[in-house]
């Protein structure tokens, strides 16, 4: 079953995470990649709320991506909200409080939610400057793993603030 989670708090949270990245995340770049707090949360609440809290938080990161770059807008939004259903309905068939687990969904997630979004610009716009292979190697991945080690910091915090652990795992 799922935690029940109040709207207003999701939306706060999310609007600090986009100013700390924008603020911080954005100029702590390592060789070019920075992380992305953004779909950091997104899995987190698709985890640990469920695919509609998930969808909502991917949608509402989305947003906030989309109103600040310069890509096509919407595009952001769909991608990680569909991110955000989807890693929510896999989610029970996880183990979700295992550090690994959390690790490689935020990966997996990140990874795909970059590539759909290089394959679905590509299309809008109808021009690639770069393949995808030169784009998966030389971003994706970099970014991915660098956003998948950001989560080991991000959801302890976020599961200590929400008491998401159960009493027996305090013994």
Do not use: C, W
């Amino acid at each position: 079953m799922y935690n029940k989670m109040k709207r207003f708090p999701l939306y706060v949270i999310l609007i600090f995470a986009f100013l700390i990245q924008l603020l911080f995340l954005d100029r702590v770049n390592i060789l070019g990649v920075k992380p992305d707090l953004l779909v950091i949360l997104a899995v987190f609440f698709a985890v640990f709320f469920g695919p509609f809290t998930g969808a909502e938080a991917g949608f509402i990161s989305g947003l906030l991506k989309d109103i600040y770059s310069l890509d096509t807008f919407g595009v952001n939004s769909v991608l990680l909200s569909l991110t955000g259903f989807i890693v929510g309905g896999l989610s029970p068939k996880f183990f979700k409080e295992s550090k690994l687990t959390q690790v490689l969904l935020v990966f997996v997630s990140s990874v795909l939610y970059m590539i759909a979004h290089y394959l679905v610009s590509s299309l809008i716009l109808k021009i690639a400057y770069v393949t995808l292979s030169e784009y998966l190697y030389g971003l994706i991945l970099p970014s991915s793993f660098y956003t998948a080690m950001l989560s080991l910091i991000v959801f302890p915090v976020l599961i200590d603030r929400y008491r998401l652990k159960n009493d027996a795992e305090y013994l």
